[in-house]
């Protein structure tokens, strides 16, 4: 009888530890559920396309150093959120909106990060442009004249030719600047995509 005893008391031991281990189980399962939720939330959201963006340039910049430096922003016109993240494509076009010169060089002045676009949309309407809705990417024109003129050979451009970030559809953005028609000078630059600046 005693050793029976023992047997039963070593088998409600077990019956615990095991009942015990599919307890933590169980709870490190539904806390690693909730932690990856929102990575699953933000992995589903899709990236905005150039159909669904909005691209325009706020004209009211700043100079320095003989550059200009300009907000151009891409504000989410679609029905849903959407991220953007990265650098956009720009060159300087004519009215035919050929490429003149070399496209924008990529300025390195703040770290890359992905950027969250709630829509623009409203019952009311489309909403004014904010951080919310909006991304800015700061665009540095180089005064044309300041390189030598053989191989710059200034020109009017009429506009900008966009690509959003990771797009491979272009849109276009007028605005007549002086621009070097010649391949070679980095007349642009652009940095990389950041929450949306209401000025320069």
Known sequence: MRRRSILLGGSRTTNVVTIACALVLIASLFVWGLAARP???????????????????????????????F??????????????????????????????????????????SVITL???RSAKGLETS????????VLQIAVAENFPQA??????AAGFRVYPPNQKDSTIVP???????????????????????ATQ
């Open 175 to 197: 605005f007549p600047f002086v621009a070097c028609a010649k391949p070679g000078p980095r007349f642009l630059h652009v940095e990389s995509v950041q929450r949306y600046v």
């Open 151 to 156: 191989s710059c050979v200034p020109i009017t």
């Open 39 to 69: 990575l699953a939330s933000a992995a589903a959201t899709p990236v905005c396309t150039t159909a669904n963006l909005d691209v325009w340039l706020n004209t009211s910049g700043n100079g320095a150093a003989g550059s200009s430096y």
């Open 118 to 120: 709630t829509s623009a």
């Open 130 to 137: 904010t951080a919310h809705n909006t991304a800015t990417v």
């Open 71 to 112: 907000n151009l922003n891409l504000t989410n016109l679609s029905a849903s959120t959407c991220k953007i993240y990265g650098y956009p494509g720009v060159s300087a076009i004519t009215q035919a909106g050929v490429q003149v010169g070399s496209a924008a060089a990529r300025s390195k002045a703040h770290p890359v």
